[in-house]
């Protein structure tokens, strides 16, 4: 596609629930981030993907957070036993290399009750 | 100290005004930046690239500072469509992959 595509854009989950985030980044681009977004607040990173390969997952808040990319395309986040904290707005972003333009879906935002 | 730091705001200018905003960065090594515009809901979009000493683009004058380790941004004759949040980003070095995103300042723009 033309731009980085994420779905669902809204999620809501009860606490305890299982949810799948997915993104579909911009064909042949070879990086891709996963950034948490609390309101009134920056980006925070969550794990980078140079293509199937996860190469830094250090920002990943706790064990209930996985991702994974297995083909080097499409991106999956997943978070197991949702909490409250976990609301936030997840952006996933995709660029040709690490230190390059970084272009952005349009994010998941994740209403945990 | 925060890798990235910003002044949060909110800064509230009238149209036509010059507003100015300063990011600092901990990193010495870093070499190129950027700067992010957000709407409110929508995703982080580029607004400018910071290779050298600095880059102009219309309205728009990103200016670096390594000595002092900060970034600028200064738009000059603001519109209301300029209100948003600009995100200074430094993008990685060392061993980072990612790029690190400041906290952001909010600009509103009033008619």
């Known amino acids: 596609g033309a731009g980085v595509s994420q779905s669902p854009r809204y999620k809501v989950a009860k606490r305890g629930q299982d949810v799948a985030l997915r993104c579909d980044p911009i064909s042949g681009h070879v990086s891709l981030f996963w950034y948490q977004q609390a309101l009134g607040q920056g980006p925070e990173f969550l794990t980078y993907f140079q293509n199937e390969a996860q190469l830094d997952k250090s920002g990943l808040p706790s064990d209930r957070f996985f991702a994974e990319r297995p083909e080097g395309s499409v991106s999956t986040l997943k978070i197991q036993r949702t909490q409250q904290e976990d609301s936030a707005v997840y952006l996933c972003?995709?660029?040709?290399?690490?230190?390059?333009?970084?272009?952005f879906g349009q994010g998941t935002r994740l209403t945990v009750v | 100290r925060k890798e990235v730091e910003q002044d949060p705001g909110p800064f509230n200018v009238p149209e036509g005004a010059t507003v100015a905003f300063n990011c600092t960065y901990s990193n010495s090594a870093s070499q190129s930046f950027f700067w992010y515009r957000q709407d409110c809901r929508k995703e982080p979009k580029l607004l400018m690239s910071v290779y050298s000493s600095g880059n102009e683009d219309g309205r728009f004058t990103a200016q670096l500072n390594r000595a002092s380790q900060y970034i600028s941004l200064l738009i000059r004759d603001s519109k209301l469509s300029d209100s948003a949040t600009y995100l200074c980003v430094v993008p990685p070095s060392g061993s980072a992959r990612q790029l690190t995103f400041g906290s952001g300042t909010q600009l509103t723009v009033l008619p």
């Open positions: 972003a995709s660029s040709l290399a690490p230190d390059s333009e970084a272009f």
